[in-house]
């Protein structure tokens, strides 16, 4: 991979705006059925939600990893990240009349909760072995 396109992947700008792009047009998607502006509008607020999201779980989960120990420290940041979403995302579809709200943060909440568990795993992980490292 060139030198250019490396520093563009690893580009938070870029990570957000495909985020707003992918989500928000699934939610649209999910929509399609309802007369506009309906699927225009839940993609708009699906799209701001999810980048808001991809800016912050990193370090969400980077924070909650670092409040736990042990079992609770691989379960709980993932869990905790994920129904924040939900809810999250469950109110602010009710506030903005999305129609088809279940099917509209299906995909979203679904690849943040996958991004959270298996990057909180891998958190779990370097830490275990840093202790067994160190005894």
């Known amino acids: 991979m060139s030198p250019p ?27 399609r ?7 225009l509008l839940a993609g708009l607020i699906q799209g701001t939600l999810s980048a808001l999201i991809t800016l912050l779980l990193k370090r969400g989960i980077e924070y909650l990893a670092s409040r736990f120990t042990g079992l609770t420290a691989l379960l709980a940041p993932p869990l905790i990240a994920g129904l924040v979403s939900a809810s999250l995302l469950t109110a602010l579809h009710m506030i903005g009349g999305t129609p088809e709200i279940a099917r509209t943060i299906a995909v ?28």
Do not use: Q
């Not at 568990?117 to 490292?133: E, F, P, Q, T, V």
């Open 5 to 31: 396109l490396a520093r563009l992947m690893r580009s938070s700008i870029v990570h957000v705006g495909f985020a707003f792009l992918a989500m928000g047009s699934w939610a649209a998607f999910a929509n």
């Open 33 to 39: 059925a309802h007369p506009m502006p309906a699927p």
């Open 108 to 135: 979203p909440l679904t690849v943040a909760t996958s991004y959270a568990a298996l990057y909180n795993l891998s958190l779990w992980r370097g830490r275990k072995a840093m202790d067994h490292g160190a005894g």
